[in-house]
């Protein structure tokens, strides 16, 4: 059996937990009737990796340690509903990207699932961080830690950004360099003066055939003149 003790009975609403690695798990549920027979049923649970994602929150606290929080799977579902309760969101809103140590503080590092990787949404990274960091200071906000409770006492709250919200990223990706815009511009004339040429040859063209018709239609009647002069 490849199972882990993530899932925990919460007042008999059923088996909630939150998984550190991707997998199936194998369980098995036992209970005994009023007649002491005892009755299983296995069951599997499997894990799928978690979406992509361009951002990621970092909360260093004092408590509990690194190690409480990767095998106490209690300490992990309370640290969810605290985060929920303080960003006035579902549970299933967020997902645990990491658990560890920094700054000599525990560290749990997680990111929001309703917000879109495939496009940098400014808007709701914004909206998100301004309930935990006050933007003017860059400090943790004092609502925040009050929501979060003394089990989960957080220094300090950080908003990392990676991917297509990574600035570095985006100035490097469509800001135009020197050269480029050099070769554009050598391009735009080169275009520019063989239009111009084409245009000289047009007219020239045209010139040339209209002059042409026009020595055509003065030969002609000097012809006819001196055919009707000569004798019969």
Request: net charge positive; hydrophobic share 40%; glycine share 4%.
């Amino acid at each position: 059996d490849n199972a882990e003790v993530w899932m925990i009975n919460e007042s008999n609403k059923g088996l909630i937990g939150i998984p550190m690695r991707t997998g199936e798990f194998n369980y098995r549920l036992e209970a005994r009737d009023k007649a002491g027979q005892l009755a299983s049923a296995p069951f599997q649970v499997n894990v799928k990796p978690a979406l992509p994602t361009n951002h990621r929150i970092e909360l260093e606290m004092d408590m509990p340690t690194p190690q409480q929080m990767a095998t106490n799977p209690s300490k992990r579902n309370l640290l969810m509903r605290a985060l929920a309760r303080s960003l006035k969101a579902p549970v299933t809103t967020f997902t645990i990207q990491e658990i560890g140590s920094k700054n000599n503080k525990t560290m749990v590092a997680f990111s929001n699932n309703t917000i879109p990787y495939k496009v940098c949404d400014e808007v709701a990274l914004d909206a998100m961080a301004s309930k935990m960091i006050m933007k003017q200071k860059m400090r943790t906000k004092t609502e925040f830690v009050k929501t979060m409770g003394n089990q989960f006492y957080v220094r300090r709250a950080t908003m990392i950004r990676h991917g297509n919200c990574d600035e570095s990223v985006e100035i490097s990706t469509t800001a135009p360099t020197i050269q480029s815009m050099q070769e554009a511009d050598s391009q735009l004339l080169l275009i520019c003066i063989l239009l111009f040429l084409l245009l000289l040859i047009a007219v020239a063209i045209i010139i040339y055939c209209a002059c042409i018709k026009k020595s055509g239609k003065k030969k002609s009647p000097s012809t006819e003149y001196v055919s009707k002069g000569l004798p019969v």
